[in-house]
């Protein structure tokens, strides 16, 4: 499920907005207690292997889980890098946001987070069915 959306300029290395992406994410709430402030644990590939970006989430008290340049295969994240491929290739199949048409920020942002409306909203519908029709 995508968790927040932060767009920038296409020719922009992705580690310059690594910190508003984690900011963007909002508490998650569990069965109980106090909604937790931030993940435990963050899984990036080898374009976030940065120092300011490991600061960042030491700052934030989260556990930085970055494949390091030049040291560790592209492979070992393999099962959490599929969830991130897989949640960008959910939001390609929505044709205006394949190709940039909007020339304002704001209205390509708009139609990115109605997007991940829609992907959070075909989810819940899949998974209630599938509750419905094996209860326990």
Same mark, same amino acid.
């Given at each position: 499920?995508?968790?927040?959306?932060?767009?920038?300029? !296409?020719?922009?290395?992705?580690?310059?907005?690594?910190?508003?992406?984690?900011?963007?994410?909002?508490?998650?709430?569990?069965?109980?207690?106090?909604? /937790?402030?931030? &993940?435990? +644990?963050?899984? !990036?590939?080898?374009?976030?292997?940065? &120092?300011?970006?490991? +600061?960042?989430?030491?700052?934030?008290?989260?556990?930085?889980?970055?494949? *390091?340049?030049?040291?560790?295969? !592209?492979? *070992? %994240?393999?099962?959490?890098?599929?969830?991130?491929? *897989?949640?960008?290739?959910?939001?390609?199949?929505?044709? /205006?946001?394949?190709?940039?048409?909007? /020339? @304002?920020?704001?209205?390509?942002?708009?139609?990115?987070?109605?997007?991940?409306?829609?992907?959070?909203?075909?989810?819940?519908? +899949?998974?209630? %069915?599938?509750?419905?029709?094996?209860? @326990?």
């Amino acid at each position: 499920m995508p968790l927040a959306v932060v767009i920038s300029a !296409a020719n922009r290395n992705d580690h310059l907005t690594f910190e508003a992406v984690v900011d963007e994410v909002a508490p998650v709430a569990g069965p109980v207690g106090r909604p /937790r402030r931030r &993940p435990r +644990k963050l899984h !990036a590939d080898k374009g976030y292997d940065y &120092p300011a970006c490991r +600061k960042a989430l030491r700052r934030r008290g989260i556990v930085a889980r970055i494949a *390091r340049r030049g040291i560790e295969s !592209a492979k *070992r %994240l393999g099962r959490h890098r599929y969830v991130i491929e *897989r949640t960008l290739e959910w939001g390609s199949r929505f044709r /205006r946001l394949a190709r940039r048409h909007e /020339r @304002k920020a704001a209205h390509f942002l708009g139609f990115a987070r109605l997007a991940c409306a829609v992907i959070c909203y075909r989810r819940a519908v +899949k998974l209630d %069915l599938l509750t419905h029709n094996n209860p @326990k």
